[in-house]
């Protein structure tokens, strides 16, 4: 039907152009997604997808389970298929675009199958169509009734190939799908959304893409970006980090929720697309003969990865040492799975809370005061040191008794400016 | 259905006055002998709150649960710190014996923040130890967080909380109080799972002062022309 017939019709129907960029994205998506099911995936343009399954019937516990994983994953990519089985792709391929969800298993019935079906799946071009419905030929199987002759000269070699491909009397070589290396991904939402959970809900489609194309690669992700497009203002972009790589939805939904949680869409967004490229190999967790340490960890990353997403990445850190005289540079913040460094073992005795910046103290007559006057119990132990780097230090540092029977670290600048700090707590 | 006596006695959430419940639930030695003699099954307990209330900074309040850390971390088991007054000093954890790369810093500025947090590592599992400091907290808030301990991983989790709190009712299944003495710290047992005890404990602690029995600090090594032997 034309579009003028249509308007006819139904006069306020509305018209959008169908968008060749984004079905073909999709397409894509999808076909990388199958390689989990198999590694002989081919796209069938505009809108097809051929995927050769038998060798991984097995794996997958038979046919119909098989069918239902894989319906049940482009559901959740929010896209409805059309699924047909055969024994040849393009005859799987004629009666899923003629909307048969069949499974055949067996050419003779294959046979009879495609000879119900409409001319149009096998043939493309509208003038031989036109041609055909004009001699009366409605099916596949009266095609295959008319001469050979005629119908090759009048409809070229390339219509009676197809259905000989189809019928598997034909080899049919095709060209296999191989997934790309980055992912890249939009997602148009309904309508306009103004609440996190909405974008949730919406990211949660792509990031089932991403997790297909990760697993078809055998590769996790270390961070993503979530992007979320305005109407009329520059796109948001959130930067996802993990903790170690990983390609599970559930993780990235997690870490998703709990950076979402955090923050306050200032405008209402229209649309989201989700990119993460630097694939790193990633492999199915063995199973630890030495149960127990390695699901600690795996416990703790995550637990830290969800600690980050909503404290902020500066906020969780291990200590480590470094080898400085300055008490407040011999010790080092790493980030979660740095490793602490040896440091200089051979400093003096060491407060364990240290109080950053120290604090100044009042005095009276020269005695440093913290609740009443300190009492030196030990001391000095002078640390001069950063002349090379703009952090010169110049001071006698003490442990001194407070009233309250703490005790404290102290020190007294040296050289002009004098003055007494408490620097850490002997706890 | 019939339940004998024994089998309710034989559940955590019971005790029996005038002994000590001991054997029930996993506790960690103290490194203290004096205070596990006291704790119900001869150390802190894991899976449940332990609440440390003390006034005072820097009376060696951290001293009572160093020998725990160290013995925990020895054998790669994880410890976070989790909103510390202070920054805890790495040159001297590493000093009394602690394996630094099992030790975590979690920073959460706001109470709720960390609340939240506390409740995702004890839920979260892959850690054995949390010690958390929190000016106030509600009942509720505590509960919440005792619920988390019970359900998450045996963790041993320590509150650091001010002293006026003793007054406060708390589900915590231990709580102490200490209070500097001579010879180190003083304890008072204000709960635990059995009689109550009144008398308190005094506990030897290490002090730098003790180690240096007065005397002025030893020169540290001299390394290079920075750290010049001390003049004074």
Known sequence: ??????????????????????????????????????????????DGILAEIEGSLRLFRGLATMVERIRAGVDQMGLTPTLAVAPTARGAWWLASAGQETLILDRAVLETALATLPVAVACDRPDALDLLHNIGIATIGELCGLPREGVARRFGQALLDGVEQALGRMPEPRNFFAPPLRFAAKLELPGEITHAEGVLFAARRLLVQLEGLLAAHQAGVRCFLLMLLHRNANPTVLDLRLASPCREVERFMQLLR????????????????IEAGNFVPLHAGTVDLFEGSHAESEAWVRLVERLQARLGSEAVHGLGLHPEHRPERAWRALAAEERPLCGDESAGVRPLWLVEPPRRLKEKGGVPLDGGPLEMLAGPERIESGWWDQGEIARDYFIARAPSAALLWVFRERGTTGGWYLHGMFA | MKTSLADILSQRSVWRGGALASGHGRTVPTGFPTLDRELPGGGWPTGGLTEILGQREGVGELQLVLPTLAALSASGRRIVWLAPPHLPYAPALAKAGIDLEHLSVV???????????????????????????????????????????????????????????????????????????????????????????????????????HALAGAPFPTPCARGPVARPCSA
């Open chain 2, 107 to 209: 920073r959460a500025p706001g109470r709720r923040d960390g609340l939240w947090a506390a409740e995702q590592v004890l839920r979260g599992g892959g850690c054995h130890a949390l010690l958390t400091w929190f000016r106030d907290i509600r009942y509720a808030e505590l509960r919440r967080l005792a619920v988390a301990a019970e359900t998450g991983h045996g963790a041993f989790v320590a509150l650091f909380r001010p002293e006026q709190a003793a007054h406060e009712a708390s589900p915590a299944c231990l709580r102490i109080a200490f209070e500097p003495a001579p010879e180190g710290l003083s304890i008072r047992i204000l709960k635990r799972r059995g009689a109550l005890i009144a008398k308190p404990l005094s506990i030897k602690i290490e002090r730098p002062v």
């Open chain 1, 258 to 273: 709990e950076r979402l949680s955090a923050y306050k869409l200032a405008k209402p967004v229209e649309a989201i697309r």
């Open chain 1, 1 to 46: 039907m034309g579009l003028a017939a249509a308007w006819a019709l139904a006069s306020q129907l509305h018209v959008w152009p169908s968008n060749q960029a984004a079905k073909q994205e999709a397409l894509e998506c999808i076909a990388a997604w199958m390689y989990r099911f198999t590694p002989r995936v081919s796209l069938q343009m505009p």
